[in-house]
């Protein structure tokens, strides 16, 4: 299984990969009638298959050992051995917008965890989609397993399979929130693997230093903010205002274009008029940004917990204490000290690349990469043992000892 | 967090302790309108509560280490360090019947993993459940979290909270099959773990054990044929009718009573004429076993795939090669070779206890003790690390490298 994985991956690597800029044009969608931001996710650039294809050799790498790997090992009693290993989840269904780099992603994952997978692009792709999928299938067809990788067509297809309980396992939605909220309505009694929203917060702290502020906000709000793990809401201790941070902060969002909505207590120190927030929790999605103000790291934590939507929460100060406290209250997938919203991702947490960021609080949450396309199962070894040797008055006894557990491949 | 679950657990195991065997009668429910079977499952036993003593030290001595544990480290950069830890889930619902003796599992199980918790036991358990439940709040009360565990009284009160999405994270029904469908069917929006249905099969090889397969299925059907980890299905290879072996355990199943209903494959060969099946999908949960005739291993695991439930699943044979082939193949939550179905527990399995077994495919799997009551959050160090600096004309390079975690304590 490991070899097939890696030699699968390896293939679609190779063969997605341009020989010269010029053949990568060869997977592209363009229409004059797509906007500039979108043709932007559509095109698949060298440097983009380059990082595409670095993050497929780290998940070759590390499928080596996933499926079947022993988690926990338990002498029941003699001759009576307990063993917790790795196995796939069985069919997924992964539906994306967009972005044709995910496919591969996608897929390489679902092939190094042993899942088989329905995928359904977005038909704006859906010429760079075709192909890719074809280096999928003749990947997999070297194993005989070519079917493994499916492509769905149509929207239609999607409803009717959301509905195929039997058949599917997990469905994963990967895209925007509407997109997320409508398969979470149109799936019956399959569990949906996703995040809804991502309304990310970055408080920063009476101890911050300046100039980390101003670096983090700009990457977190202004690098892209379309994504998901961007930055939606600023919460500025009172003790900021009116001081050279501020100051700074709001230059550097003045000249990035952003847009600034106030919440109800920072509007009310303003001498400048922003438009007051609609709502506390909102998801702009573009270059726009809430601020609002709270007195201590306690009221952010409880803003976060009200507003928040659980995906990625981050303060910045130079205070470890305060750092720890707010790391460990804050009850989100992601919780950072002074680093970007943005790292939020499969690929950058080093999971070589995600199937997308879950805020559910079962199976698995934040980033999820090959381990949250497995499942475990019991193995129990024995030569003729039946509880009622274990009863009160029976001639056994339970031992319990847990037993060494091989240790995974560290890379 | 360890101390307070530590010294909580044992309070509720010392203080539901009795004293001496009269003592135990203040935690009866008694009635005369009550059959005999579910009076024993009512009753709180000294040797009932000797193993829930058992079980519950168990769970206080590997809590310690549960929340907050560290379960991957990586470096993703100089300075920029990420870890994954256990957090709690959030706040459960358990709703389990008829027997006390879950009350004091499912309370330790969820302070132990730091859950706050809403129980709601069956009626007819009510006086037990009062004085437990009191119980377990005075030992939380100690610690200033009395209210953490709480009991439901009624089944409106219930159906009521499987609507607070927002509230609760997760309803576990612990019961018959027609309590798990029906919470599946009131959940709106929040994730149900159980099992429906446990049609647990035993496949007895060719190169079975005629004396081991004959006490095996004694213990799988007989030791307790209520429950959902006994067996429902014997599959029988084709060479051993009319054997001694296939003799002895009809035998044995006419002197423990137990009526058989016939495969359609088996009906076909036999003299006698047992009642053939109605369907080969069914949970008898009683004295009465369906027995199928199959050609090979294979066909043994294509039937369990066919009409199993994916719960529990045995193959009885001498022949390591198709015992490893079956472990291997039966993809079902707990697959076993030579050893009971009734070993599907988790006190059985070492987990202190269970708050139910899952057959879903995605978190917990099989007996679900304290580790599926967690999930986990990231949590990123930085400095003042931004994602554009690791961009392809960025400055940094991404490192993912992994770093030790620290070993958990084992018994």
Chains 1, 2 share one sequence.
């Not at 280096?135 to 990788?149: D, M, P, W």
């Not at 002074?338 to 980033?367: K, M």
């Amino acid at each position: 299984m490991a070899d097939l994985t890696l030699q699968a991956t390896e293939y679609v690597v190779c063969h997605s990969l341009p020989r010269s800029p010029a053949s990568s044009c060869l997977l592209h969608s363009s229409s004059g009638r797509l906007a500039a931001p979108l043709l932007k996710r559509l095109s698949l650039s060298t440097s983009k298959l380059n990082s595409l294809a670095i993050g497929l050799r780290q998940i070759a790498a590390s499928s080596q050992d996933s499926v079947g790997r022993v988690l926990r090992r338990t002498r029941i009693a003699k001759n009576l051995e307990l063993e917790q290993v790795t196995v796939p989840i069985g069919v997924l269904l992964v539906i994306f917008e967009s972005r044709p780099d995910c496919l591969p992603q996608v897929a390489a994952l679902a092939i190094a965890s042993g899942n088989g997978l329905l995928l359904k692009g977005g038909k704006e792709a859906s010429h760079s989609n075709r192909i890719l999928h074809l280096l999928t299938q003749e990947a997999l067809s070297i194993h005989g397993v070519k079917e493994a990788v499916q492509l769905v067509n149509t929207r239609e297809e999607v409803e009717d399979l959301c509905r195929l309980d039997k058949m599917i396992d997990l469905i994963i939605p990967r895209g925007s929130s509407q997109l997320v909220r409508d398969i979470q309505k149109a799936a019956k009694g399959i569990p949906v693997m996703g995040h809804s929203e991502g309304i990310c917060h970055m408080y920063v702290d009476s101890e911050a230093s300046v100039d980390k502020a101003t670096r983090l906000v700009r990457d977190s709000k202004c690098e892209y903010p379309a994504a998901c793990n961007a930055l939606e809401t600023l919460l500025i201790h009172r003790d900021l205002l009116r001081t050279p941070l501020f100051d700074q902060i709001i230059d550097m969002l003045r000249v990035e274009q952003v847009k600034i909505h106030a919440g109800p207590k920072f509007a009310s120190y303003l001498t400048f008029s922003p438009s007051e927030v609609k709502s506390l929790r909102t998801e702009y999605g573009d270059l726009e940004l809430c601020i609002e103000v709270v007195d201590s790291v306690q009221e952010a934590i409880d803003h976060i917990h009200k507003y928040g939507s659980s995906h990625t929460d981050v303060i910045v100060t130079e205070n470890e204490k305060t750092a720890e406290f707010f790391l460990q209250h804050v009850d989100s997938a992601c919780v950072f000290w002074n680093a970007s919203t943005r790292f939020s991702d499969g690929y950058r947490f080093g999971l070589g690349a995600e199937v997308g960021i879950s805020t559910s609080r079962i199976h698995a949450r934040g980033p999820v990469g090959l381990e949250g396309l497995l499942t475990t199962k019991w193995l129990l070894r024995g030569q003729d043992h039946v509880v009622s040797d274990f009863s009160e008055h029976g001639s056994l006894k339970y031992l319990h000892e847990n037993l060494p557990v091989p240790q995974r491949n560290t890379n």
